[in-house]
């Protein structure tokens, strides 16, 4: 197994990330290392915090994890910082800045949603409840028919069949 420099791998990395956004195949390719060390760079560089999305894709494309990541980097930067952080990444503002409203508000519910939320649970515990009352019913109408089929049959087994209504 070939090992590689530390540089080498960084140079390689940054064809995976933006602006480049190569896909790992096409970069194997063209570096001829294998796939799988590509795939695991990837993961290593994740786990160090470095935005590497899986698709070789727009940013619009990018997984949720990769957006929030970005917005956490860009958090605190002034306008023009942010600005060379989108240029080096092949972003614009417009979408960190789209991305960063989506995360704030992501867990943000109105009190209205809340009120319809609880209305339709409180909904269908009644509707449970009453299917339950239903079927408990019907349980004992179940049970009092397979009794009197019962008795019916062992009537019949004490006294025969009855053919007057012949």
Not at 91 to 111: D, F, G, I
Not at 147 to 153: E, F, G, I, V, W
Request: hydrophobic share 35%.
């Amino acid at each position: 197994m070939k090992q590689y420099s530390e540089e080498r791998k960084e140079a390689v990395l940054r064809k995976l990330a933006p602006p480049m956004n190569l896909t790992v195949p096409e970069v194997a390719e063209a570096e001829g290392i294998s796939t799988a060390s590509l795939y695991n760079w990837r993961k290593q560089a994740r786990e160090r915090g470095e935005v590497l999305p899986s698709r070789g894709s727009a940013p619009e494309q990018w997984s949720s994890k990769d957006k929030f990541r970005v917005v956490v980097e860009t958090a605190p930067m002034n306008e023009a910082e942010l600005s060379a952080y989108c240029r080096e990444r092949g972003l614009y503002p417009e979408q960190v800045e789209a991305w960063r409203s989506s995360c704030m508000n992501a867990n943000a519910r109105t009190s209205e949603e809340e009120q319809r939320t609880r209305q339709a649970r409180k909904a269908e515990r009644k509707r449970i409840k009453k299917l339950e009352r239903e079927l408990q019913r019907k349980d004992k109408a179940l049970a009092e028919t397979a009794a009197l089929l019962t008795l019916s049959k062992k009537a019949e087994a004490i006294w025969g069949h009855n053919d007057e209504d012949d």
